[in-house]
């Protein structure tokens, strides 16, 4: 199973960023997928879940009405957008389809 995250760098406050992540080996068709995040010093924490068909999403709070997250079963890929990003946005974004992990890509957002 390899899941690969892409799309981050850094952006200004109030700036977009759309995140990807491919995923390969495993039926990615028949699996819920979610993002998570870990900000420096902080513990890991959930943000987005898509449902394996794309119809149910969840959100954490701190990201409800700025960001979504989406999927293509085609292309084996879920996406995050991210849009109206703040500082506290500021993490390393991870790929996760249980049990396992992506290696994740880092979001930084400064002026």
């Known amino acids: 199973v390899q899941l690969v995250e892409s799309g981050g760098g850094l952006v200004q406050p109030g700036g977009s960023l759309r995140l990807s992540c491919a995923a390969s080996?495993?039926?990615?068709?028949?699996?819920?997928m979610s993002w998570y995040r870990q900000a420096p010093g902080k513990e890991r924490e959930f943000v987005a879940l898509?449902?394996?068909?794309?119809?149910?999403?969840d959100y954490a709070d701190s990201v409800k009405g700025r960001f979504t997250i989406s999927r293509d079963n085609t292309k084996n890929t879920v996406y995050l957008q991210m849009n109206s990003l703040k500082p506290d946005d500021t993490a390393v974004y991870y790929c996760?389809?249980?049990?396992?992990w992506g290696q994740g890509t880092q979001v930084t957002v400064s002026s």
């Open positions: 898509i449902s394996s068909g794309g119809r149910s999403t």
């Open positions: 080996g495993f039926t990615f068709s028949s699996y819920a």
């Open positions: 996760r389809s249980p049990p396992y």
